[in-house]
């Protein structure tokens, strides 16, 4: 079955660095549209960045600039290089894959910015 296993979260400081990855199984990676979402406190779940197959990137205007989706389809993963943290991105960040009217998501990894 599908599996999308996220990992890299954890605490860091304002201004600090993160880079999320999501490792993906029992599907052909190379065909899925790849995204990042994230639900912070008392918030509901928002698009954060999605790469489609062919490698085209789309970043949501608060992240722009400061984090960067990309995938390895050799290790089918997807990463998320997060850079210039605020405390407004405190959230759990889930991997989502989507292909025609398929669509999987992660478990979430918890990423938490506070000095």
């Known amino acids: 079955q599908v599996q999308l296993v996220e990992s890299g979260g954890g605490l860091v400081q304002p201004g600090g660095s993160l880079r999320l990855s999501c490792l993906a199984s029992?599907?052909?990676?190379?065909?899925?549209?790849m995204g990042w979402y994230r639900q912070g406190p008392g918030k509901q779940r928002e698009l954060v960045a999605i790469i489609t197959s062919g490698g085209s990137t789309n970043h949501v205007d608060s992240v722009a600039g400061r984090f960067t989706i990309s995938r390895d389809n050799a290790k089918n993963t997807v990463y998320l290089q997060m850079s210039s943290l605020k405390p407004e991105d405190t959230a759990v960040y889930y991997c989502?894959?989507?292909?025609?009217?398929?669509?999987?998501w992660g478990q979430g990894t918890q990423v938490t910015v506070s000095s």
């Open positions: 029992g599907m052909i990676f190379s065909i899925y549209s």
């Open positions: 989502n894959a989507v292909y025609s009217d398929k669509a999987y």
